[in-house]
């Protein structure tokens, strides 16, 4: 499945593909060359990519955290 979305670094259109089959899901703009692959899963980045970003603007700091696991209890 693709869906249309604004791209989180520019604001350009920018298309989401959902791979099921691989659980994961590529977003990318051909503005400014972001692409972000994620696991649908886990949620972990598996590539990133975004050469339209300057040096100058940008500024990221990564978190290495563990995954959150809920649990959820139904009640009968």
Same mark, same amino acid.
């Given at each position: 499945m693709i869906?249309?979305?604004r791209c989180p670094n520019c604001g350009a259109?920018? +298309?989401r593909?959902?791979?099921t089959y691989l659980s994961?899901?590529?977003t990318q703009c051909e503005k400014c060359d972001y692409l972000l692959v994620m696991c649908h899963?886990?949620?972990h980045v598996l +590539?990133?990519?975004a050469l339209g970003l300057s040096k100058h603007y940008c500024s990221i700091t990564f978190s290495l955290a563990p995954p959150?696991?809920?649990r959820i209890?139904?009640?009968a």
């Open positions: 869906e249309s979305i259109i920018a +298309e593909h959902h791979h994961a899901v590529k899963r886990s949620g +590539e990133s990519s959150i696991t809920l209890n139904l009640l």
